[in-house]
């Protein structure tokens, strides 16, 4: 459903799940990416598939998105990248460069993008006119630790266990003392659960390990090795029991088809606090209380 474009009130943050997605191209979930608004920052991390039309359905003002987060390169999280960049540049980001954060390659990648959309973009600065700076691309190789403070907005990033995907990055992401916690792709690690303490809501990937075995047409030993590098619910169940934050959400659902029937009764064995199971478009504000809507704004 298209958003209102409605402001984020004061001392709030809001967090909109843009896609949950996996590779798999369904299109009730788009590939993983996440808006987060606060203190009037607008920052978005991981570019799955879709990105850019689900910031169009929540009507969100491109020329205010000037700051991309990675968790990692696996190219379901970035494959929208191109879109979100170029076409920003051409019809709500004319002027300001977009900055990119990322792990080590983010840097390298991106000059590799500037050099394939060359030829478009010496188009578009011919024929259209449109002003150079925003086309520009500022790049960070980041490391752990604060990577992002602007207008009382603070971006931490902190290293979760992806092997053999190295460095792959969690956020956290802190604001008048509200706070959000994006998991990326990740298997069960403490280092998580040291930088989730004190949060408000954590959202964190899931694997129903069951119905992948059950629907494999794989080798069963690669099933076996791609369930590895992620978190089954009752993993989860763990990490939300000794976090304990007032929200635990599940994103980038794995496989697509798995349902809150499939996710939270194994959760339950080790976690009966707050759970939802996110949705593209759900958007969740964190102020005195934590709120959840499924229509967008």
């Known amino acids: 459903m298209t958003g209102k474009n409605k402001t984020v009130d004061s001392g709030k943050i809001r967090v909109t799940l843009l896609g949950t997605g996996v590779p798999t191209p369904v299109m009730e979930r788009f590939g ?62 004319p002027e300001v460069p977009l900055r990119v954060y990322g792990p080590r390659g983010t840097k390298s990648m991106m000059e590799y993008l500037d050099n394939a959309f060359q030829f478009d973009i010496r188009i578009r600065l011919f024929d259209d006119r449109t002003p150079p700076e925003g086309v520009v691309v500022l790049t960070e190789d980041i490391t752990e630790g604060m990577v992002y403070k602007h207008n009382g907005v603070k971006v931490t990033a902190f290293e979760v266990d992806h092997y053999p995907i190295q460095p792959s990055f969690g956020y956290r992401i802190d604001f008048a003392e509200r706070s959000v916690v994006l998991s990326g792709d990740t298997r069960f690690t403490e280092n998580l659960i040291k930088y989730a303490q004190g949060a408000d809501v954590l959202v964190h990937e899931v ?18 090795r791609v369930i590895a590098h992620h978190t089954t619910p009752e993993q989860a169940g763990e990490i939300f029991n000794r976090v304990q934050p007032k929200l635990a959400v599940y994103n980038h659902i794995i496989p697509v088809t798995a349902t809150a029937k499939d996710l939270i009764p194994p959760t339950s064995r080790t976690y009966k606090g707050p759970l939802e199971v996110g949705e593209d478009l759900m958007s969740i504000e964190i102020g005195e209380e934590v709120t959840v809507h499924r229509t967008g704004r």
């Open 207 to 224: 694997i129903a390990a069951d119905m992948m075995r059950a629907g494999s047409s794989k080798n069963m030993e690669i099933t076996e």
């Open 32 to 93: 993983p990416s996440t808006l987060v608004e606060a203190g009037g920052e607008t920052l978005l991390f991981d570019v799955g598939r879709g990105a850019l039309l689900r910031l169009v359905q929540l009507k969100t003002s491109l020329n205010k998105l000037r700051s991309i987060f990675l968790t990692h390169l696996h190219s379901d999280h970035i494959v929208g990248l191109p879109d979100v960049w170029l076409t920003g540049w051409l019809i709500g980001r």
